[in-house]
């Protein structure tokens, strides 16, 4: 009898230590691929510098979304239809080039649904501006500083 209670003591423990050794190779299993997928696109789209300012129509005034201290962007419609946002770096600025180099490394590198997505850089001498997904609902800023727009919970 004595034998039947430790065989019986066992099989509780060893039941919910395999099922959460399970669970968590499961949950490994299931992260996996996740990350492979945001390594897969590394390889981005490349975009010349005359197809950004042809899709923004030589980065025209009318096209300006919004200005900050590093540069201004811009929207943009690429020949395939999609709508992409422009950030140019003001070049006169000496912290430029760092920053530059920063939000590439950092923005790539980030997956999240409330950041937005970097599609390519574009650089050269003269020239360093990166490609974003457009947001259509327009700047943060807009909506937490102005009194015409407000958040609502959608």
């Known amino acids: 009898m004595l034998l039947l209670f430790h065989l019986l003591g066992i099989a509780l423990l060893f039941v919910p230590i395999t099922y959460v050794s399970v669970w968590i190779r499961y949950r490994r299993g299931k992260i996996?691929?996740?990350?492979?997928?945001?390594l897969s696109t590394v390889e981005r789209e490349r975009i010349l510098y005359y197809e950004l300012l042809q899709a923004t129509d030589a980065l025209r005034e009318s096209n300006l979304i919004g200005s900050g201290g590093f540069g201004s962007v811009y929207k943009g419609v690429l020949r395939s239809g999609t709508v992409i946002a422009v950030k140019?770096?003001?070049?006169?600025?000496?912290?430029?080039?760092?920053?530059?180099?920063?939000?590439c490394e950092v923005l790539h590198s980030l997956r999240h649904r409330n950041i937005v997505k970097v599609i390519t850089s574009c650089s050269n001498l003269d020239f360093k501006a990166l490609v974003l997904e457009n947001m259509p609902n327009g700047s943060l800023e807009k909506y937490l500083y102005s009194h015409n727009y407000f958040l609502d919970i959608r």
């Not at 996996?32 to 945001?38: E, H, I, L, T, V």
């Not at 003001?90 to 430029?96: C, H, I, K, V």
């Open 32 to 38: 996996a691929p996740q990350q492979a997928d945001s």
């Open 88 to 103: 140019v770096f003001n070049l006169q600025m000496e912290a430029t080039f760092k920053s530059f180099d920063t939000e």
